[in-house]
T-cell receptor, first 116, second 112 residues
């Protein structure tokens, strides 16, 4: 069974720091891996999607990497700001377990707090 | 550009009552999903649909029913609400391929 784990569960950093969030998954048979952001009381917003054939994706201050063979992904946030405070969720779309219908398997998230 | 809209945003029910949550998307997506999010459990898939008139069970389908009579709408029903169904419910839609899923803002449901 595919399982997704995110470490740490919570992280507090001072403004300006570069930081790394980690995601691991147990089965390397995936179509893609996605990182989402969730603000309190809100839905999920897609940040980056890495296809299984790709190694990384970048958007502004965000960079996500994927090592499919080892079952790991990292989300790197450069020069963190208080506005980055949110919960970050990692999800994989497996090639089985309903993934052909777009089903995602989520980690439990990392709650990030960036202090001014 | 509304994306995915969920109604209602909040609701309080008594045990045994019934209700329907509505999800509407304006992106002409074939696939739609209902998730529940609970503290310490992450997001879990309840039911999903791969097109108008179709539904399928996800990871935690018991106690819920769904319908997809129109392509743009996906309804989640609770026939006899139980306190264990207190949760935040999210609807999502998906086009195809390596596009991300698009999420609504959620419905916060409390069952007393």
């Amino acid at each position: 069974k595919q399982e997704v784990t995110q470490i740490p569960a919570a992280l507090s950093v001072p403004e300006g720091e570069n930081l790394v969030l980690n995601c691991s998954f147990t089965d390397s048979a995936i179509y893609n891996l996605q990182w989402f952001r969730q603000d309190p009381g809100k839905g999920l917003t897609s940040l980056l999607l890495i296809q299984s054939s790709q190694r990384e994706q970048t958007s502004g201050r965000l960079n996500a990497s994927l090592d499919k063979s080892s079952g790991r992904s990292t989300l790197y946030i450069a020069a963190s700001q208080p506005g980055d405070s949110a919960t970050y969720l990692c999800a994989v779309r497996p090639t089985n377990y309903g993934g052909s219908q777009g089903n995602l398997i989520f980690g439990k998230g990392t709650k990030l707090s960036v202090k001014p | 550009n509304a994306g995915v809209t969920q109604t209602p945003k909040f609701r309080v029910l008594k045990t045994g009552q019934s209700m329907t949550l509505l999800c509407a998307q304006d992106m002409n997506h074939e696939y739609m999903y209902w998730y529940r999010q609970d503290p310490g459990m992450g997001l879990r898939l309840i039911h999903y649909s791969v097109g108008e008139g179709t539904t399928a069970k996800g990871e935690v389908p018991d106690g819920y029913n769904v319908s997809r009579l129109k392509k743009q709408n996906f309804l989640l029903g609770l026939e006899s609400a139980a306190p264990s169904q207190t949760s935040v419910y999210f609807c999502a839609s998906w086009g195809w391929g390596n596009q991300p899923q698009h999420f609504g803002d959620g419905t916060r449901l409390s069952i007393l």
